[in-house]
C-alpha cells in the first residue's frame, strides 16, 4: 500500500483497506495514488466509514469492537485531512 493509507497508523490500514476498498473500489485506487486526498474523496471516505459505523452498532446502540475501531480510524483520518466547512 502507498499514498494516503501509508500515512495512516499502521494498526489501521488494513481495516481502512477492507472497508473502503470493499465499499468503492475506485475511491480506493485512488487514494493509493495520492498524498493528500481531494475534498471529494475525504467526505466520500467520511461517508463510507460513518455507514459502516452504524452498521458497528449493537442493539443498545453501543459500539461493537469493530464498531470503535472504525471510530478512531474515521477520526484519525479527518484529524490528518479535515473537511473544509466542516
Do not use: N
Amino acid at each position: 500500500m502507498s499514498g494516503v493509507i501509508e500515512v495512516l497508523p499502521e494498526g489501521m490500514r488494513s481495516l481502512f483497506a477492507e472497508v473502503i476498498g470493499a465499499a468503492d473500489p475506485g475511491l480506493f485506487s485512488s487514494l493509493l495514488r495520492v498524498d493528500e486526498p481531494s475534498q471529494a474523496e475525504r467526505t466520500a471516505v467520511e461517508d463510507v466509514l460513518s455507514k459502516e459505523f452504524a452498521q458497528s452498532l449493537r442493539p443498545d446502540y453501543e459500539p461493537t469492537a469493530r464498531g470503535k475501531a472504525i471510530d478512531d480510524l474515521l477520526g484519525t483520518f479527518l484529524l490528518r485531512w479535515p473537511i473544509a466547512g466542516g
